[in-house]
């Protein structure tokens, strides 16, 4: 299901001159209904950002990060809040779509919350496993060469289940930020990306080196294979 975006600012705020704050504030409340369902999943810290303008033109469509954020005023030993980063630019994609951003950082969290490892090549790599949590929080994905199991989408069921989520994130999220220009000119020649394994260690080679033959890691007993940039809702770990 598409969505379009109307990106008429939303003047139900008008009075105060609030305009971020309330889409924030549905986006938390998103979260809190996934929560519902999913009681396992830590209550985390929304962040609506800049999605592009790094890591070479790639789009960040969201992420988890653990332990980011810490009170104030905290005693010693106490448990930081976790992190979920939504990138403005996604919002264009509707609210279907972003609800579906959500759910896969909700499967990111639930897996940290069970000490899952879901993905490798430094968040990038998405295995089984995160297919396995993903599925469950109501999800479906399919495998990318480079990425793994992340390209997401929201079937009917789950959209279906969420419907009243989706309905306050279009009434809201009635803006999406541009995306910022990629390009340019650069004063030095890019050398031959860095090779990852499947836990993750990098090396960097030259090409005709790899060439002669594979370089596997004794780790993991995985080949090294070039490291590839990939957009993100890949990079939700």
């Known amino acids: 299901m598409t969505a379009v975006v109307d990106a008429t600012v939303s ?81 264009a994609r509707g609210p279907a779509a972003v609800l579906g951003t959500l759910l896969h950082e909700a499967a990111h969290a639930l897996a940290h919350a069970r000490g899952v490892q879901d993905t490798s090549r430094q968040g990038r790599w998405h295995n089984a496993k995160f297919k396995a949590v993903a599925t469950e929080v109501g999800i479906e994905v399919v495998k990318d060469p480079r990425i793994g199991w992340s390209p997401t989408t929201v079937p009917a069921a789950t959209q279906s289940a969420y419907e009243p989520v989706i309905a306050e994130l279009g009434r809201v999220l009635r803006m999406y930020r541009a995306a910022e220009p990629t390009g340019g000119e650069t004063t030095k020649k890019p050398g031959p990306p860095a090779c990852v394994c499947g836990c993750g260690r990098r090396i960097r080679v030259a090409p005709s080196v790899r060439e002669a033959g594979p370089i596997v890691c004794g780790v993991c007993d995985t080949e090294f294979t070039p490291e590839e940039p990939a957009d993100d809702e890949e990079a939700g770990s």
């Open 11 to 91: 003047t139900e705020h008008s009075e105060t001159g609030a305009i971020s704050a309330p889409m924030v504030g549905a986006l938390e409340e998103a979260w809190e209904a996934i929560r519902v369902r999913h009681p396992e999943l830590p209550q985390v810290v929304i962040v609506l950002g800049a999605g592009s303008g790094d890591r070479g033109g790639a789009l960040r469509l969201g992420h988890f990060a653990a332990m980011r954020w810490t009170p104030a005023e905290s005693e010693a030993g106490q448990v930081g809040m976790a992190e979920v980063f939504i990138g403005g630019e996604g919002l």
